[in-house]
C-alpha cells in the first residue's frame, strides 16, 4: 500500500494566479499521477509525472497550464497556472502499485477555488 | 479512445442489494477495478478484475466479461454508509481511466 500526502488541501485564489499542489508519499513508486475532479463529475487524468523527464500529458492539458515536476521517486508538484474560474475543481495525487494486487491511491485532494 | 459508461444516479433501500453496471470500450484492457468515493473525500479501492467471473469480497462483489465490455459491482445487505459515488475504472497501459461515476442514494 502506499500513504499520499497531498498540500494544501483547499485553497482561493485570484484569477490570473498560480498555486502549486505537493504531493509526498510514503514509498518509493514509479507512477505518479495527477487527475482533476470537476463538481460532481469523475476524475479526469491530467498527465502522467515521470521521474527525471518531463511530465506526459493527456489530451486536453498542457505543459504551459500545468506544469509538474518529479524531482524523486516520493515527490511530485503541479502547478495550475495562469488560473481562471474554470479552473476550480479537487485536484488528486495518485500513485500506483503494480504487481499481484495492481492498485491506485489516492491523496486526500486539494479543493481549488478561482475567484 | 477510451469510453467508460455507468448510470449517473442509483436509489435502493437499507438492506436491499444493488447492482451498478458499467460498459467500456478501450484501446487496451489490463484490469477492471471499482473504486469508493465518500463526497468530499478521496476514491478508496473496492475491487478488482483481470479475469472474466465474480470477485467476492465481503459485502460487495464484481463481476466482468471481457468479450462484452461488460462489468457490474454487486452490493448486499445495503447500509446507509454506502450511500457514496462508485467507480467504475478501466487499468490500460499503466493509467486508470475512470467512468462518470454512479452516485448511489441509500434510503432507511
Known amino acids: 500500500s502506499a500513504v499520499i500526502s497531498q498540500k494544501p488541501s483547499r485553497d482561493i485564489c485570484q484569477r490570473g494566479t498560480s498555486l502549486t499542489i505537493q504531493c509526498q508519499v510514503d514509498s518509493q513508486v514509479t507512477m505518479m499521477f495527477w487527475y482533476r475532479q470537476q463538481p460532481g463529475q469523475s476524475l479526469t487524468l491530467i498527465a502522467t509525472?515521470?521521474?527525471?523527464?518531463?511530465?506526459?500529458?493527456e489530451s486536453g492539458f498542457v505543459i504551459d497550464k500545468f506544469p509538474i515536476s518529479r524531482p524523486n521517486l516520493t515527490f511530485s508538484t503541479l502547478t495550475v497556472s495562469n488560473m481562471s474560474p474554470e479552473d476550480s475543481s479537487i485536484y488528486l495525487c495518485?500513485?500506483?502499485?503494480?504487481?499481484?494486487?495492481?492498485?491506485?491511491?489516492f491523496g486526500q485532494g486539494t479543493r481549488l477555488t478561482v475567484v | 479512445g477510451q469510453n467508460i459508461d455507468q448510470p449517473t444516479e442509483m436509489t435502493a433501500t437499507e438492506g436491499a442489494i444493488v447492482q451498478i453496471n458499467c460498459t467500456y470500450q478501450t484501446s487496451g484492457f489490463n484490469g477492471l477495478f471499482w473504486y469508493q468515493q465518500h463526497a468530499g473525500e478521496a476514491p478508496t479501492f473496492l475491487s478488482y478484475?483481470?479475469?472474466?467471473g465474480l470477485e467476492e469480497k465481503g459485502r460487495f462483489s464484481s463481476f466482468l466479461s471481457r468479450s462484452k465490455g461488460y462489468s457490474y459491482l454487486l452490493l448486499k445487505e445495503l447500509q446507509m454508509k454506502d450511500s457514496a459515488s462508485y467507480l467504475c475504472?478501466?487499468?490500460?497501459?499503466?493509467?486508470?481511466?475512470f467512468g462518470s461515476g454512479t452516485k448511489l442514494n441509500v434510503k432507511p
Open positions: 478484475n483481470v479475469l472474466d
Open positions: 509525472a515521470n521521474q527525471g523527464s518531463e511530465a506526459t500529458y
Open positions: 495518485s500513485v500506483e502499485v503494480l504487481g499481484r494486487n495492481t492498485e491506485a491511491f
Open positions: 475504472a478501466v487499468f490500460n497501459f499503466n493509467k486508470f481511466y
